[in-house]
């Protein structure tokens, strides 16, 4: 069902753009756990406090930031992991039909011995296995990350309060006391699989959506247009669904809403390495078990791979313009 | 050195359709076609452009499914069976396009990896004859040079049916004839070619029979061998008011065909022409020439007849 040679040519062919996809994504996730370290968990709290009004918009509530391992989990919702997984995904998902008919080359390779399943299959393959190795790069950058960074903290002196004035003592005369630890003694990097694996789940939804349109049309550009469309469309039914309690049950007709890191890494430090990876157990936020987000979205994407096969089967190929 | 695949003997045809017919909504691209292209042999498509040349070659390898009719391509069914009838086949597009990011060299490791016949060695040889520079990025090729690559490509393969859509598009004369040469190297081999050309002279040159496609029906079709024995004679034929001469009928099977065009006529032969001698002296022609009967004069004598029959909206 997958050619070797199809698998080689479609790798060689991705290469340059997974390696700078790969390249930012390990490098930023590197970085963006560094950038943890510099700011002070104090200091980040009456930051984050002047914004507790907007706390509905946050992915996660700002509580579950007050942690190390809360403030390295935003990393999943930051602009650019999400911009270099939507271009790997909408860009190897267009590419396989509308691409190859657009740019023509798809005559000379079906004229081959190849039915257009194992096309698809062999297409598919080296898309998947590339965001599943661009997810697993950001994890490992995170990983080093967290092993490589040293954290100071302020440890306000100890005081006591003396009851019904509400007056602080200091308990000692010396100023804050600087504690210098490894992020590694607070934050573990195996807590960020669910992460991950969340990251992976909403990308293979794209590939799939991406493949399919690109199996029904024949021009690249117009697949590329469908679907960031359907993506910015879906992305304002979730912000709508955020915005007020109102319309709330927007978000469940968004994919978006699916796409929940943070709160499955949150159920790992209050539940336990296994919490995320259970269908069973909704809480106030979930309708669902916690693994219930990620497999919808690798459903809808298997069904978005079976729909572009079956549709690719059976199309005629037009001639090249 | 892989050797040439065995070649099924028993298939006396390498395709024959059946009533094959493709309709685009009401765009009628293929019209019963009922055509049978012996095995073995080079086999020539002619028609104007839009004659429904191309999409019966596409129809030929499952790119596009007939709406009617049926194909059969070394006795497989090309709607069923289309991975096994391309294992059998090597094709060049009309407008063969390579990707773009590959070197020539590359192109060919790729393609006669993927090909059921495929034979690096042989495209070597097939570029070294088309001196091609195999260094270069598609990218940087000219149209005539991935003409060339392509060609290489589709040529060093041994699959026993060659569909050749265009060949000598884009390529000058050396070139061309190298082409045309391989292609009887091809006949040689026992394979068979299906060669679609707008250039007639290299139809034939180099085809054993060829159809004339119009507007999606197959209206003619002919044997080169069969054309050499026929010829056209022109000559003034001053009476204006005079009726076109009426054909004895002891010369009914030679003479195909006798037209008056104001003041020449034109009578076209098939067979020995020793034979019509004494009747062509009794009509007192004068300023008379006998041409061999190419397939240009068959090609512009069908479009006549075609447009002559086809009703004016």
């Not at chain 1, 004035?165 to 807590?191: N, Q």
Request: charged share 20%; hydrophobic share 45%.
């Amino acid at each position: 069902m997958i050619h070797p040679v199809l698998v080689r040519k479609y790798a060689n062919q991705s290469l340059l753009l997974w390696s700078s996809c790969g390249l930012a994504l390990f490098s930023f996730a590197w970085v963006r756990v560094w950038v943890v370290s510099l700011l002070d968990m104090g200091q980040f709290r009456t930051i984050l406090e002047q914004f507790r009004d907007f706390e509905r918009f946050a992915p996660i509530s700002f509580d579950a930031l007050f942690t190390h391992t809360g403030r390295v989990a935003m990393t999943f919702d930051e602009p650019i992991v999400i911009l270099c997984t939507v271009v790997w995904c909408i860009s190897r998902g267009s590419d396989v039909v509308s691409g190859e008919l657009g740019r023509g080359t798809l005559e000379m390779l079906l004229a081959q011995a190849i039915s257009r399943t194992t096309l698809l299959l062999s297409h598919a393959f080296v898309s998947i296995g590339g965001l599943a190795l661009l997810a697993l790069l950001l994890w490992a950058g995170m990983a080093c990350g967290i092993a490589n960074t040293t954290i100071t903290e302020t440890v306000p002196a100890p005081v006591v309060r003396i009851p019904f004035t509400m007056i602080e003592v200091p308990l000692t005369m010396g100023g804050p006391i600087e504690e210098t630890f490894a992020m590694s003694a607070e934050v573990d990097w195996r807590t960020f699989a669910t992460g991950t694996f969340s990251l992976f789940a909403f990308g293979f939804f794209l590939l799939g959506l991406s493949t399919m349109f690109s199996s029904l049309d024949r021009y690249r550009w117009r697949t590329v247009g469908a679907v960031v469309s359907i993506y910015v469309v879906q992305l304002v039914i979730f912000g709508l669904g955020k915005s007020t309690e109102r319309l709330d049950w927007l978000r469940g007709w968004s994919f978006f809403n699916c796409y929940r890191p943070q709160k499955q890494i949150a159920r790992v430090v209050n539940e336990g390495p296994w919490a995320p990876w259970s269908l069973t157990g909704a809480d106030s936020e979930s309708w669902f078990g916690p693994l219930y987000y990620p497999l919808v979205l690798l459903v809808g994407g298997l069904v978005f791979y079976v729909i572009a096969i079956v549709v690719f089967r059976r199309r005629d190929l037009p001639a090249p313009l | 050195m892989i050797p040439l695949p065995n070649i099924d003997s028993s298939l006396t045809h390498a395709v024959r359709t059946i009533d094959l017919t493709k309709h685009y909504r009401d765009f009628a691209a293929l019209v019963d076609l009922n055509l049978q292209i012996p095995a073995g042999q080079v086999f020539g498509l002619l028609g104007p452009n839009g004659a429904g040349k191309t999409t019966f070659l596409r129809t030929l390898l499952g790119f596009i499914f007939p709406t009617g009719g049926r194909a059969e391509v070394m006795g497989l069914d090309p709607v069923k069976q289309s991975v096994e009838v391309r294992r059998n086949v090597s094709y060049l597009p009309g407008d063969a396009r390579l990707p773009r990011e590959m070197r020539g060299s590359s192109v060919l490791r790729f393609f006669a990896e993927i090909q059921a016949y495929g034979d690096l060695e042989r495209s070597l040889d097939v570029a070294r004859r088309l001196e091609l520079d195999l260094k270069r990025f598609v990218g940087f090729m000219s149209t005539g040079m991935r003409q060339k690559l392509a060609l290489a490509a589709v040529l060093g393969s041994r699959a026993p049916l060659l569909i050749l859509d265009e060949p000598t598009a884009n390529l000058d004369p050396t070139v061309r004839s190298n082409v045309l040469e391989m292609v009887m190297e091809a006949r040689d081999e026992k394979r068979t070619v299906i060669f679609s050309s707008h250039v007639l002279s290299e139809i034939e040159d180099v085809c054993d029979n060829v159809a004339f496609l119009k507007r999606g029906r197959l209206v003619h079709e002919q044997s080169l061998r069969d054309l050499k024995q026929r010829h056209r004679i022109v000559a003034n034929w001053p009476p204006a008011e005079m009726p076109v001469p009426q054909v004895p009928d002891s010369l009914r099977e030679i003479v195909q065909d006798v037209t008056v065009h104001r003041d020449r006529i034109i009578i076209d032969t098939s067979g020995d022409l020793a034979q019509l001698l004494p009747w062509l002296e009794s009509l007192s022609l004068s300023q008379m020439r006998i041409e061999a009967f190419g397939l240009r004069a068959m090609y512009d004598s069908i479009h006549r007849r075609e447009d002559a029959e086809t009703p004016t909206s």
